[in-house]
């Protein structure tokens, strides 16, 4: 395996530890819709933990953009190959695809950290007004377009 893939797999692993899904039950509503008693206590330790947790995926995540352009330095135009050949070209693309989509990432890492801290600091009026922080997110970061290039014909 390369360095390369080797960080990678590092940094996956890192960025997964500790995640996963519990299905509560096979219910059309989640648990977690379908109200509750009121009782429910919001611990400020838990937002700012979230809030780090993904202050640390987002450095990760700038890590590998920097590792993605220095690896990338001597393959575009004015390289020894020029730049023109199409394998040159397709991993250019490749390369660009893979920024705009980190960066992407990164900024939505930005945003939800900023929210989770904010919820934890108790910044926001009640319930309600945190939640429609945490919507206006959906508005603000669209899934992103699936990584790889366009195959233009080819």
Same mark, same amino acid.
């Given at each position: 395996?390369?360095?390369?893939?080797?960080?990678? !797999?590092?940094?996956?692993?890192?960025?997964?530890?500790?995640?996963?899904?519990?299905?509560?039950?096979?219910?059309?509503?989640?648990?977690? !819709?379908?109200?509750?008693?009121?009782?429910?206590?919001?611990?400020?330790?838990?937002?700012?933990?979230?809030?780090?947790?993904?202050?640390?995926?987002?450095?990760?995540?700038?890590?590998?953009?920097?590792?993605?352009?220095?690896?990338?330095?001597?393959?575009?135009?004015?390289?020894?190959?020029?730049?023109?050949?199409?394998?040159?070209?397709?991993?250019?693309?490749?390369?660009?695809?893979?920024?705009?989509?980190?960066?992407?990432?990164?900024?939505?890492?930005?945003?939800?950290?900023?929210?989770?801290?904010?919820?934890?600091?108790?910044?926001?009026?009640?319930?309600?007004?945190?939640?429609?922080?945490?919507?206006?997110?959906?508005?603000?970061?669209?899934?992103?377009?699936?990584?790889?290039?366009?195959?233009?014909?080819?």
């Amino acid at each position: 395996m390369s360095t390369f893939d080797a960080e990678w !797999a590092r940094l996956k692993g890192e960025a997964s530890g500790g995640t996963g899904m519990n299905l509560a039950s096979a219910d059309s509503k989640p648990a977690w !819709a379908q109200g509750g008693s009121g009782k429910l206590k919001s611990d400020r330790n838990v937002w700012t933990t979230a809030g780090r947790d993904i202050g640390k995926l987002r450095g990760n995540i700038k890590t590998a953009l920097t590792k993605l352009e220095e690896e990338q330095k001597g393959l575009g135009a004015g390289s020894k190959t020029g730049g023109q050949t199409k394998s040159g070209a397709a991993q250019r693309e490749l390369y660009h695809s893979w920024t705009r989509y980190l960066k992407g990432v990164s900024g939505k890492c930005g945003t939800l950290q900023d929210r989770l801290e904010k919820a934890g600091d108790d910044h926001y009026k009640n319930d309600e007004a945190t939640k429609h922080a945490f919507d206006q997110l959906d508005g603000r970061y669209k899934d992103t377009k699936p990584v790889g290039g366009e195959s233009r014909g080819r």
